[in-house]
């Protein structure tokens, strides 16, 4: 009994000591969320636009989101991500969500590119493609 004691007092003391981990992450989040009321040939709708940055370790991310529009009024939202090193785009759109990953600059803005899909940002459009299918969306002002 006396053995079985101290080996559990020891892994209790082992366990204490491997939990006291020095782990001091310094993380700052910033959040703003920007909702405009348009009108536009007498339908009043409204557009969200959402920016995030969050510091972990002096590690910076930002992410800024953007609500789209197909010519048959489907709506999509785009959310542009840059941690540093690399920059994707989320796409989410009839319950489906795509990530795509930065590729290149284009003349006109960004063309972001995974698997089969790859879509071209530019200031107000996005142009998605995914073999013969071409889907072009412009951004909801």
């Known amino acids: 009994m006396k053995i079985n004691s101290l080996i559990l007092?020891?892994?209790t003391i082992l366990v204490l000591i491997s939990c006291k981990k020095n782990d001091t992450k310094k993380v700052s989040e910033s959040y703003s969320?920007?909702?405009e009321i348009v009108e536009k040939d007498?339908?009043?709708?409204?557009?969200?636009?959402?920016?995030?940055?969050?510091?972990v370790n002096g590690k910076k991310t930002t992410s800024i989101s953007y609500p789209y529009k197909?010519?048959?009024?489907?709506?999509?939202?785009a959310t542009f991500?840059?941690?540093?090193k690399a920059k994707t785009?989320?796409?989410?759109?009839?319950?489906?969500k795509y990530v795509l990953d930065f590729k290149k600059a284009t003349p006109t803005g960004e063309?972001?590119?995974?698997?089969?899909?790859?879509?071209?940002?530019s200031e107000d459009s996005l142009l998605i493609s995914q073999g013969n299918n071409v889907i072009h969306l412009a951004k909801v002002k």
Do not use: H, P, Q, W
């Open 81 to 84: 991500i840059d941690n540093g």
């Open 70 to 77: 197909a010519s048959d009024g489907s709506r999509a939202k």
């Open 33 to 35: 969320t920007t909702t």
């Open 42 to 55: 007498g339908k009043i709708d409204t557009v969200t636009t959402t920016s995030a940055e969050k510091e």
């Open 111 to 121: 063309l972001y590119e995974r698997n089969t899909i790859s879509a071209e940002a």
């Open 9 to 11: 007092g020891f892994a």
């Open 89 to 96: 785009i989320t796409i989410e759109a009839n319950n489906m």
